[in-house]
């Protein structure tokens, strides 16, 4: 994984796209490792300015809590926000669906969230690590990928749960007594469970393509309203 | 429905404690401070600077050090008091070789087991069979050799053991740094060399290969064992730690909120001197240090495993 410092985002069509993986804390290489492996480039965020030369997100897995106080204490929950209303994509396993959560039961002393995803999100909801487990999701919307069967085989630590889908989120995969894990609100993608831990690759797959069709619709919005100059964003100077 | 395109769907109902379970939690803690408590007030001071984890341990090892005698693990109603107290991962120590205190651990319901060189060894022959139990382990190693007996007994993660209770890092360092040049010695090791590798590495041909092969362990590398400044953290994460345990370091220190905070910003931020020179200022004292050159031998805890 590249430690590359913010740089300009390009659109231009053809070339690999550049996401952006949060590393306040967590499995940071885990999703690196499977973006590289769909041929994307991916960057480290740990500051605000690092945000703008993305062209999507992945907030890991890790300890929320500490993700939510490192992130607010960097000053970049409101650019997060922001981006992401702003609708550059994003794909949270775990603590990156925690984060996500527009609302948060059992959040731990203080534990804000980013939002996004109109779901309403219980912590540590199975229990602690002697209730983590592995086991077979049925996931349909992997079949719009039109490559391999819908099965995967998610692990869950100490994981967190969708107890609510609100009009703005859709499900996209449940365990087999119907309880939420995984839910989708148009680019971004919230997970209960670690695809990052067992090498499935294909709900990154899914996220990329979103990550594709944002950037071309991107193109084209600036094609309209400036067609001799594409933006550069500025990028906050590194704090010294 | 086709169920054959991934692999291992041929179990259709959930499983709990296996392999991929146990160091998929460990990953879940890289980039983190993981802070030794001995009271559930500590543990929520512990949680509200950002510690990823709590370790409950009855003395932290600058006490340990200090009065002496047995060390054991930890009363069980104040290792519940802290599980009832933090919504983090909570670890606790069981001494080298003691599987019925991992028992009691694993019974307690804690997160993950710690089977520590700063207790008193209960066997000094063998480490507990890990695979035996469904929570995660994490054991101390000085070596890289030493560190792959602890991941064939089942360990999920390794930590350098550095000298604990000090507050000198210069064991952790030498630790990290022997792990870390190892590993990058056998990635450049020919693939015919390996067997004398493993031979001289007292660890299995297998792992000995696979460590060769992917130029890193196959679970997470900590730090432990005399940190005790945000510029220590920020050192072992440079030298390539995959995150700290900080024991006495902490709550010996003038102000441990204000010091867990900041070791915790210097861990992500390791590579940025700016965030390292802002947050240690004014943190007030630092743990008194003892000289782990001026310790005799017999004291030396990262002396005890093999």
């Known amino acids: 994984m590249t430690l590359a410092p913010a740089v300009p985002d390009s659109a231009v069509p053809g070339t690999a796209v550049r996401i952006g993986v949060l590393s306040l804390q967590g499995d940071v290489r885990e999703h690196a490792a499977v973006l590289e492996h769909l041929g994307a480039e991916t960057v480290t965020v740990r500051r605000p300015g690092e945000l703008a030369a993305v062209d999507g997100l992945v907030i890991p897995g890790g300890e929320s809590t500490v993700i939510d106080r490192l992130a607010r204490l960097t000053g970049l929950r409101e650019p997060l926000r922001d981006a992401i209303a702003g609708g550059l994509p994003v794909l949270g396993t775990c603590a990156g669906l925690i984060l996500l959560a527009e609302r948060l039961r059992d959040a731990g002393p203080g534990q804000e969230t980013i939002g996004g995803l109109d779901v309403t999100v219980r912590r540590n909801a199975f229990g602690r690590q002697a209730e983590s487990f592995e086991t077979d999701l049925v996931v349909p919307a992997l079949e719009e990928l039109g490559s391999g069967g819908p099965t995967v085989r998610a692990v869950f630590l100490r994981a967190p749960l969708i107890e609510e889908v609100g009009p703005a989120a859709e499900v996209l995969a449940t365990l087999p007594d119907g309880r939420v894990v995984a839910a989708r609100q148009r680019s971004a993608i919230g997970l209960a469970f670690h695809p990052e831990s067992t090498g499935e690759n294909r709900f990154h797959a899914l996220f990329l393509r979103s990550v594709h069709e944002h950037r071309l619709a991107r193109a084209a919005r600036r094609r309209l309203s400036r067609p001799a100059a594409g933006r550069s964003p500025d990028p906050r100077p590194r704090q010294p | ?306």
């Open chain 2, 1 to 306: 429905m086709n169920s054959t395109s991934t692999p291992a769907t041929s179990h259709d109902a959930p499983s709990t404690g296996t392999p991929t379970l146990k160091r998929g939690l460990a990953e879940m803690l890289k980039g983190g401070v993981i802070m030794d408590v001995v009271t559930p007030e500590q543990a929520k001071i512990a949680e509200d600077a950002g510690a990823v984890a709590v370790m409950a341990l009855e003395r932290v090892p600058a006490d340990i050090r200090a009065q002496g005698g047995v060390s054991r693990m930890s009363d069980p109603e104040m290792i519940d008091g802290i599980i009832e107290t933090v919504s983090i991962p909570v670890m606790a120590k069981a001494r080298i070789g003691h599987f019925v205190e991992a028992q009691v651990l694993q019974q307690l319901g804690v997160d993950f087991i710690d089977e520590s060189e700063v207790l008193s060894p209960a066997d000094y022959i063998h480490h507990i069979e890990k695979h035996r139990f469904t929570v995660p382990f994490v054991c101390g190693a000085t070596n890289l050799g030493e560190a792959l007996r602890r991941i064939t007994e089942g360990a999920a993660m390794i930590r350098s053991k550095g000298e604990a209770g000090t507050g000198d890092v210069s064991e952790a360092t030498r630790h990290i740094r022997t792990i870390t040049a190892e590993i990058r010695a056998l990635a450049a090791t020919g693939e015919d060399e390996l067997y004398v590798a493993a031979k001289e590495l007292q660890a299995p041909y297998a792992l000995v290969k696979e460590v060769a092969e992917a130029g890193a362990l196959p679970v997470p590398l900590f730090v432990a064992g005399g940190v005790a400044t945000p510029a220590d953290a920020a050192m072992m994460m440079q030298l390539g730690a995959d995150g700290v345990f900080v024991g006495s370091g902490i709550f010996k220190s003038g102000d441990p909120a204000e010091r867990a905070a900041a070791i915790v910003r210097a861990t992500t931020f390791h590579d940025d001197p700016a965030v390292i020179t802002e947050v240690s200022r004014g943190l007030g004292e630092a743990m008194v240090g003892l000289n782990v050159a001026d310790l005799p031998a017999p004291h030396r805890l990262s002396e005890r495993g093999w």
